[in-house]
């Protein structure tokens, strides 16, 4: 995984769970809201330090693949 500091990591992981979440409480699927999660944090992740979009989904699904806590 790239070298990314802890605010970034934590806001990947804020977005992510944040719009996961929303998207349980709409009543959409558990894959449904990981691939809103991954397209939300990943928008933010390619915005905030410049990387294309498909290089930041993949960062984004590695990050949440590390972090137990980040399970639906």
Do not use: N
Request: hydrophobic fraction near 45%; proline fraction near 0%.
């Amino acid at each position: 995984m790239a070298s990314l500091d802890q605010i970034t990591l934590d806001l990947i992981r804020d977005t992510y769970l944040e719009t996961a979440e929303e998207t349980l409480e709409r009543g959409g699927s558990k894959l449904k809201a990981h691939m809103e999660g991954t397209v939300a944090a990943a928008m933010y992740v390619a915005a905030a330090i410049g990387i294309e979009d498909e290089e930041a989904k993949r960062l984004v699904v590695q990050v949440v693949r590390s972090d137990a806590e980040m399970a639906l």
